[in-house]
């Protein structure tokens, strides 16, 4: 089963990295050990494989995820504090989070397979509950970050169908987190001469 989170890592000079992260976990979820697969160009992967350790996050802050999934500026930045364990941060406004380090890495192949065992973990809010406005906005994310290699005008296609959703049901972050993500589609879509709005090309 894939859990989407966020994962927190230090770099040896002891810079923050920020980063959307669906490890496959276990069907009872007891998250004592999970797996991550970051790609070998990734920032968390060269964390992981240099420090070892990291922090698992479960939120329902959906702009800080669509943030990181494209790499906008995160400004100001998320508030932190030290984890508990591992040398790591913790993020606040997380509902759950997990510490983990690292106990078998196998980066033969560009997508990397990483598993990790739970050191220490702890709740600090409750999670908001099921919401389709964020689903959507997860979704998106997820597709965004597959421009460079699915035809555009799917995507595109898929938008449209996930802003009803977010009109409907989503509040003003779940609208300002979709718009981001919209507007970085519409970007890909017109550096690569494509019309954003699908309109017909005259004749």
Not at 18 to 31: K, T
Not at 124 to 137: S, T, W
Request: hydrophobic share 45%; charged share 25%.
């Amino acid at each position: 089963m894939i859990l989407e989170g966020i994962v927190t890592t230090l770099s040896l000079d002891q810079v923050l990295n920020v980063a959307p992260m669906g490890p496959q976990v276990d069907a009872d979820s007891n998250m004592a050990r999970f797996v991550l697969r970051p790609y070998r160009t990734a920032t968390t992967y060269v964390n992981l494989k240099t420090r070892g350790e990291g922090v698992l996050h479960v939120t329902d802050d959906v702009l800080l995820l669509a943030r990181t999934a494209i790499g906008a500026a995160i400004d100001p930045p998320p508030a932190t504090r030290p984890a508990d364990v591992v040398a790591g941060a913790i993020l606040l406004d997380a509902c759950r989070y997990y510490e983990f380090r690292v106990v078998e890495l196998d980066d033969r192949e560009d997508r990397t397979t990483i598993v990790v065992e739970t050191v220490a973990q702890g709740r600090q809010r409750d999670f908001f509950g099921f919401n389709r406005a964020k689903h959507a906005v997860v979704e998106a994310a997820i597709l965004a970050t597959r421009t460079a290699w699915l035809p555009l005008r799917d995507l595109l296609v898929e938008f449209r169908k996930l802003e009803v959703l977010v009109q409907k049901t989503g509040g003003p972050t779940e609208q300002a987190a979709f718009d981001l993500l919209h507007q970085y589609l519409r970007a890909a879509a017109v550096q690569r001469g494509l019309d954003p709005d699908l309109r017909p090309a005259p004749p």
